[in-house]
């Protein structure tokens, strides 16, 4: 746990989570939340849940994130808001 | 009584926890799409699991698992050494699980889809309007 | 809409800021939580189970139950979106296209006709703009069978690294998503068919309940990893790690299987003809 580093990754992931519910391309968006998802896995490696971490890595930002291009190339990319 | 420093070094992961909580809230209250109300209810599954996570660190401890040497030798094992594994093991499944659940919400979006032709809230809800008077 | 989502969102915000003081302090080692059941665990799981990571002996071995639960979970969302998006009828595609794989040439060939299959000069495309990249298909070729061994590594090796069932399965179903990605999906249809994947998600999660009836069936508790020392020949303790170890493997094969099956689902919409 060393805090001067986690505060700089919670921020990277505040900042990550306004603009992936924020932007208006949704696989912009998509992306966006696999950036959050790989920031969030780096916080919980720094907090010492290596096995959390591991799981974030390969589910949040790995297989989430094709799931969401594969749902948004199948619908619309257009978002209103 | 302890500085303000020390107080903001002891509870900021809790106020990232309940920022990104509320990130994820208004996301599904406000946000018109369904892609992004999606987004929004991953990033609050997300805030929960940091929050356990949080909950399970120690000062000076290391990962949850335990330093051996070679077959035989053996040493006693001190809770106060080791990060509490408890909740990683409920939150690893949860992880696993909201992957699962968020199969099935975007094939829900998918199939909605299909049968009204776009992912917005309001142009969905006029459609079934529409067609109940219609 | 946005006003109340707002103001919903500040209220919930406001009362969580307050009772946030009343929390234990960040890195407490005193903290209730950490001082009433997990100390067992870190304390006796080596001389239990002789597994070093305490994560995968709570999770398979003091917790088995809620693990076996969570997988079925998995199994069931497989299940639920087969069964949302799944179309069955298999309509002709108005045109095929096929590309000359010497000249880069595209063939545009109307409904009714086709290529012969199977002659080698020639792949079926999805659409005009597919591009024809032999970098990026001759590097997932190469990189796909690694990443299937370090998944195999990540389940196996569980014991003593960080890693196990979950982690292990999700990359390998990863991996032959890679593949559907780089390819296409007819392709990876025929190495991995949809019949197969749901067998797999289901013989995933029978191999974690059998091994749980077997230890009934041994005379010992449902998931009493003791129990199956007779069988395995070995001491009561690594008879728990093996048990660990085979639930674990039950475990990575079904939730490997039910990533590709629904990453089949949602890539083509239910007709598993055109991927992503």
Sequence with gaps: MIWPLDIIIVSMVIICGIAAISIKDLLGAAILFGAYSFMMCLLWSVMGAVDVAFTEASVGAGVSTVFFVAAVFRTSRRSKD | MESIGDLIIAKYNYWAVITLLLIGLYAMIAKKNLVKKIIGMNIFQTAIILFYVSIGSKKG?????????????????????????????????????????????????????????????????????????? | MRTLGLIAAFCLGGLLFFISFDFPSWGDALSPASRHVSPYYIEHSLEDTSVPNIVTAVLADYRGFDTLFETAVIFSAGLACFFLVRVSERQVPAARFYRHLATGITFRIEKGGRLPEGTGEFERIDSLWVPYDVIIGMTCRLVVPFIQLFALYVIA?????????????????????????STNLRRTLKRMSERSS???????????????????????????????????????VAARSDGILIVESGVGIAVAAVMVWIYYNLSSAGKQDEGL
């Design chain 2, 61 to 134: 401890a290391t990962i949850p698992i335990i330093l051996h040497g070679p077959a035989g030798s053996s040493h006693a094992v001190h809770a106060a050494d080791y990060i509490n594994p408890l909740p990683h093991v409920l939150m690893l499944t949860a992880i696993v699980v909201s992957v699962a659940t968020l199969g099935v919400a975007l094939a829900l979006a998918m199939k909605i889809y299909s049968q009204y032709g776009t992912l917005e809230e309001d142009e969905i809800l006029e459609k079934i309007m529409e067609s109940e008077t219609g």
């Design chain 3, 157 to 181: 090796h569980g014991h003593h690294s960080p890693g196990g069932g979950f982690q292990g399965g999700v990359i390998f179903g990863a991996a032959i998503i890679l593949f559907a990605i």
């Design chain 3, 198 to 236: 749901a067998l797999l998600s289901s013989l995933g999660v029978l191999i974690y309940a059998g091994t749980g009836l077997l230890c009934l069936f041994m005379g010992a508790g449902f998931l009493n990893y003791r129990a199956l020392a007779a069988i395995l020949g070995v001491d009561q």
